[in-house]
């Protein structure tokens, strides 16, 4: 007889489809680093955050993901960083509305999908 129980089921095809949604988001990602980001990085050249991590643009792959992911967090959170001075509120506003918006959405959807890991290893040790 097997120890595995529906629980366990359960709890292994979410994190399943959790780390799906990581990998997808990743290669969402990827594919804005390599198509946009030359347009992105046009329309953000006031904000000194945003250029001080030009370095992960010569990192390769995962530097070009870490640097639209940052650009995505500072769009998604502007007013902090606008009022210490970290972001040009006019680069901010004339930002691409349907990138801007993708971008957004997308480090939403990363903090969901990192809450969910959370809440799924919480169940786990509930389980256990």
């Given at each position: 007889?097997?120890?595995?129980?529906?629980?366990?089921?359960?709890?292994?095809?979410?994190?399943?489809?959790?780390f799906l949604g990581?990998?997808?988001?990743?290669g969402v990602y990827?594919?804005?680093?390599?198509?946009?980001?030359?347009?992105?990085?046009?329309?953000?050249?006031?904000?000194?955050?945003?250029?001080?991590?030009?370095?992960?643009?010569?990192?390769?792959?995962?530097?070009?993901?870490?640097?639209?992911?940052?650009?995505?967090?500072?769009?998604?959170?502007?007013?902090?960083?606008?009022?210490?001075?970290?972001?040009?509120?006019?680069?901010?506003?004339?930002?691409?509305?349907?990138?801007?918006?993708?971008?957004?959405?997308?480090?939403?959807?990363?903090?969901?999908?990192?809450?969910?890991?959370?809440?799924?290893?919480?169940?786990?040790?509930?389980?256990?």
């Amino acid at each position: 007889m097997s120890n595995v129980t529906t629980a366990d089921l359960i709890l292994v095809s979410c994190g399943g489809v959790t780390f799906l949604g990581v990998v997808i988001l990743m290669g969402v990602y990827l594919y804005w680093g390599y198509t946009r980001m030359d347009k992105i990085m046009d329309e953000v050249k006031g904000c000194k955050l945003i250029n001080r991590y030009k370095f992960y643009l010569r990192m390769g792959v995962w530097g070009r993901v870490m640097m639209v992911a940052g650009v995505a967090g500072c769009l998604a959170f502007p007013g902090y960083l606008i009022k210490h001075g970290q972001l040009s509120s006019e680069d901010i506003d004339r930002f691409p509305e349907p990138l801007k918006s993708r971008l957004i959405l997308s480090h939403y959807v990363a903090w969901g999908l990192a809450a969910s890991l959370v809440i799924e290893w919480g169940v786990m040790e509930i389980i256990r």
